[in-house]
């Protein structure tokens, strides 16, 4: 099993800054990639940014200039720095691992977190 834990959500104005977190745990033996996706209420959940094997990053058009994703391979974890926060990014944010884990053998894994609260509002 590989666990997800995310934290460094709450309430900001708008224009404002936070960092969310996200570490990953258990019998990893290698992570392919991590992504941060968003859930607003009555929305679909969606892709915000993901660092794909080779490190190669993708983000969501309507953050891109404005979040930055980073890894520490070492820490197996994972952030998201969010800048200039705008109502429209209220949501449940999730980290999203996949990769390779062993238990009694090696396995392919696809882990979600329990999700963190970002509220943007004045």
């Known amino acids: 099993q590989v666990q997800l834990v995310e934290s460094g959500g709450g309430l900001v104005q708008p224009g404002g800054s936070l960092r969310l977190s996200c570490a990953a745990s258990?019998?990893?033996?290698?992570?392919?990639?991590m992504g941060w996706y968003r859930q607003a209420p009555g929305e679909e959940r969606e892709l915000v940014a993901v660092?794909?094997?080779?490190?190669?990053?993708i983000y969501a058009d309507s953050v891109k200039g404005r979040f930055t994703i980073a890894r520490d391979n070492a820490k197996n974890t994972m952030y998201l720095q969010m800048n200039s926060l705008k109502p429209e990014d209220t949501a449940v944010y999730y980290c999203k691992a996949t990769g390779w884990g062993t238990n009694t053998r090696r396995y392919e894994y696809t882990s979600w977190g329990q999700g963190t609260q970002v509220t943007v509002s004045p």
């Open positions: 258990g019998s990893i033996l290698s992570i392919s990639s």
């Open positions: 660092i794909i094997s080779g490190g190669s990053i």
